[in-house]
């Protein structure tokens, strides 16, 4: 297009952006590349650096940089294209965070790319190395589906914020295994924790990590590394929730012409709960704060309540310890190609069917919500919301052959995460004390089925009670002891119950091991059979009523 000039530069292509902004395509000695007319004005050392590494043109005198702003000046853009500047979709196509673009119409892609959305192995062999940790395991496919509702995004109704969720439980439960390997849909090896993030940023750290991982997907691994404590963080928490679930962004110097929407779904894993880590916080902000990021709990399934990393273990492995080490080395070789796949679906289909498929979206979304509605009408409406997306994901995603029909079925895999979040809500709405005084009808209520015996002296179990009762009570030491088998079947909520008196210091845990929840059974206990056992401390009166005539008598 002209003539080359003293820098050895020549201007071979000059285009409009869809925003206005002007950019010239380069050609040096070494090869080319596209660079806005914006960039002189904003840095003079990066727009050289550019030049010369991709170029091998030199502009390192004055004179010959201002060579090369004449040459800008004097070249007029001749037609429009459509420049991506982050990843995400572009009109009708989409640019994957390594710089894949994926449908027709872009031009010109601005960002570098991004190695952790680089694909390793094919979607196959991604498929076979999860198989045996996700067929028909709810959480599992539930983070999944979660993670490829990002290119979704865009056929929600305006009203929908983009999905959050956190992951709770104690350590070692599998809560960032679950991220990385929800993270494996679409990227792979950063920070030593898969594809996932670290919390361990700044509010601007934030944004950053918004508009690189753009109508893609966010793991925020571990809130306890945040590196914040008490209100520090409590607030910091408070301000990231709230600006995930806007799609808005902070419109920086830098940025080229008006910044695009910003939006993925955000999966985080912590230890403490959102509700817990906003304590101190107004009641209106913990409500609307947990409202856009629900909680679900991730326990061992030792303890056989709430939602264990596995429901069951895969085939090979007879113990979770290993059957998650496992889940977390099948990611290790296979990642990034999931999300890839799904979104040339969602590509595809667009073009063929256009505004019906953001309808036909839209109405399985609506459907979903009614069926939720009806099984937890005191459930969260955006809770609802972020679920819909999520089933309506996984049955696109189904039709892609992303993810595997065998793998299950979404409505039953969502109705099981809703029944677990909804329960959840429920029980940090309780007062440690009301929860102890739960426990106390419970005891009086298996009392009547003779399930509860007395560890005292005057009272021994095999004299009064069948051996092998799953209840026992010290009045001596004011404890009762449980049998975790029989108190996860048959006390609801009990994990929250259990980490709620933990808190409140009414139940014994060993500090080395104070995630179990559990402690080595009494002597007295031992020769029955007993195991570990659940320990309660029980107010003074109650462990007096163990001693009187009419507790001892059998219904």
């Known amino acids: ?37 914006s960039d002189p004005q ?23 940089y201002n060579e090369f702003l004449d040459l800008l000046q004097n070249t007029l853009p001749e037609r429009d294209v459509l420049v991506a500047y982050q990843p995400g979709w572009t009109g009708d196509a989409f640019v994957v965070g390594d710089g894949r673009i994926i449908g027709e119409g872009i031009e010109i892609v601005t960002f570098d790319p991004i190695e952790k959305f680089s694909p390793a192995g094919t979607l196959e062999d991604w498929q076979v190395a999860i198989d045996p940790f996700i067929a028909n395991q709810p959480l599992p496919f539930f983070v999944c589906a979660l993670a490829l509702a990002g290119p979704v995004y865009r056929f929600f109704e305006d009203s929908i914020f983009p999905p959050q969720v956190e ?10 295994t679950l991220g990385i390997l929800a993270a494996s849909t679409g990227a792979g090896r950063a920070h030593g924790i898969g594809g996932a993030e ?38 910091f928490a408070q301000s990231i929730v709230f600006q995930g679930a806007t799609s808005t962004s902070k419109v920086r110097y830098t940025d080229e012409g008006s910044a695009p929407p ?21 009641s209106n902000v913990i409500d609307a704060a947990t409202s856009r990021m629900p909680s679900i709990r991730v326990v061992r399934s030792e303890e056989a309540v709430g939602l264990p990393v596995l429901d069951r273990l895969p085939t090979g492995y007879t113990d979770l310890e ?6 977390r080395g099948a990611v290790g070789n296979a990642y990034a190609t999931a999300l890839p796949a799904f979104v040339d679906y ?50 696109l995603a189904q039709e892609a052959g992303v993810l595997l029909q065998v793998w299950g079925s979404p409505a039953q895999i969502v109705d099981v995460v809703h029944q677990e979040i909804v329960a959840y809500g429920r029980s940090t709405s309780v007062r440690p004390e009301d929860e102890y005084r739960r426990f106390w009808r419970y005891v009086a209520e298996q009392r009547k089925r003779q399930r509860v015996g007395s560890l005292h002296v005057a009272y021994l179990p095999s004299e009064r009670f069948p051996e092998g009762c799953p209840i026992m009570i010290d009045p001596d030491e004011a404890k009762a002891y449980v049998e975790p088998d029989h108190f996860n079947r048959t006390f609801p909520g009990a994990f929250a119950f259990l980490r709620r008196m933990r808190d409140a210091g009414r139940l014994l845990v060993n500090d080395s091991e104070a995630h179990r929840l559990q402690i080595h059974a009494p002597s007295a206990m031992k020769r029955l059979g007993f195991g570990r056992v659940f320990a309660i401390r029980l107010d003074e009166k109650d462990a007096r009523r163990v001693l009187t005539r009419r507790f001892q008598q059998r219904r």
């Open 1 to 37: 297009m002209n003539t080359p000039n003293s820098s050895q530069l020549r201007v071979i292509d000059a285009v409009t952006a869809q925003d206005g902004a002007p950019f010239f395509h380069l050609e040096g000695p070494s090869g080319t590349c596209w660079i806005s007319g």
């Open 346 to 395: 969602l590509v595809e289909r667009l073009s063929a069917e256009g505004d019906a498929l953001q309808e036909r979206i839209r109405l399985e979304m609506g459907r979903t919500r009614d069926r939720l509605r009806r099984t937890a009408a005191d459930g969260d409406s955006r809770h609802r919301d972020m679920l819909a997306a999520v089933e309506v994901t996984a049955t």
């Open 262 to 282: 910003i939006s993925m779904p955000v999966l985080s894993t912590t230890n403490t709960p959102l509700r817990d880590v906003l304590r101190g916080a107004s």
């Open 167 to 176: 992951l709770v439980g104690e350590p070692r439960s599998g809560k960032s």
């Open 42 to 64: 904003k840095s003079k050392r990066e727009t050289i650096d550019l030049i010369d590494r991709r170029t091998g043109a030199h502009l390192y005198t004055t004179r010959t």
């Open 322 to 327: 290993a059957a998650v080490r496992g889940l």
């Open 198 to 235: 670290s919390w361990n940023m700044t509010q601007n750290g934030y944004e950053l990590l918004r508009r690189l991982h753009r109508d893609h997907f966010l793991v925020l691994d571990e809130a306890e590394g945040s590196g914040q404590h008490g209100a520090a963080r409590r607030d």
